[in-house]
């Protein structure tokens, strides 16, 4: 059983939260891992002024994802940065290149399931993830959240992501701001594991 997290980070929020969903998925028996991140579409020079240069560094080992990494995979789960309560647009140019699986049906049935970054509490927590299912379900994939099971996203004593959509994670503006938390990386790494157990559950693996 093979589950793909395929992903978009700039300042490595997401990159974080995408290894905590990863854990979550290898406590599964059976589940393999594979860890991607969609291509760059600023130049160098963009990414120094925004100050993202070394953050992105972090994950420079991380490999970029291909058409095949979604194909190959028995559920695909996705992380983006929010940009204006929707997916980046490195995610975007991603998914807008699916269109040869999509005429096939190449991701008919999989389960597929979205976590999110974004810089301020209420900065597209949860448009991001339900605007990026809107793809998903052209696709015909099985759109999978994070069930109230999961009571880390109920917690008042603090302010943190994660919602019934998905893990979430606040950033702030920067890569030095904030980090993800623990509760927020719990999150992740529940929802790498339920994928997974329903995956399971479907492909019979």
């Known amino acids: 059983m093979k589950i793909n997290v395929i992903f978009y980070s700039m300042f490595g929020h997401v990159y974080k939260m995408a290894e905590a969903v990863a854990e979550g998925i290898r406590e599964v028996e059976g589940a393999e891992v594979g860890l991607y991140q969609v291509e760059e579409t600023l130049t160098p020079e963009i990414l120094e002024k925004m ?95 994070v069930p109230y099971s999961e009571t880390r996203q109920t917690i008042l004593d603090e302010i943190t992501g994660g919602s019934p959509y998905g893990a979430s994670t606040i950033a702030g503006n920067g890569p030095d701001v904030r980090q993800p938390s623990e509760n927020e990386l719990g999150i992740a790494r529940f929802q790498g594991r339920h994928v997974a157990e329903i995956t399971k559950k479907l492909v019979g693996k």
């Open 51 to 145: 100050g993202a240069t070394q953050s992105k560094k972090n994950f420079e080992h991380v490999p970029v994802a291909t058409m095949e990494n979604l194909e190959e995979a028995d559920a695909v789960i996705f992380g983006t940065a929010a940009r204006y309560g929707m997916m980046s647009a490195q995610m975007r140019a991603f998914l807008d290149r699916s269109g040869s699986i999509w005429a096939r049906g190449g991701l008919i049935g999989k389960p597929g399931s979205v976590f999110t970054s974004t810089s301020t509490q209420h900065g597209g927590q949860e448009s991001t993830i339900l605007s990026f299912h809107t793809t998903l379900l052209h696709h015909g994939m099985i759109i999978v959240g």
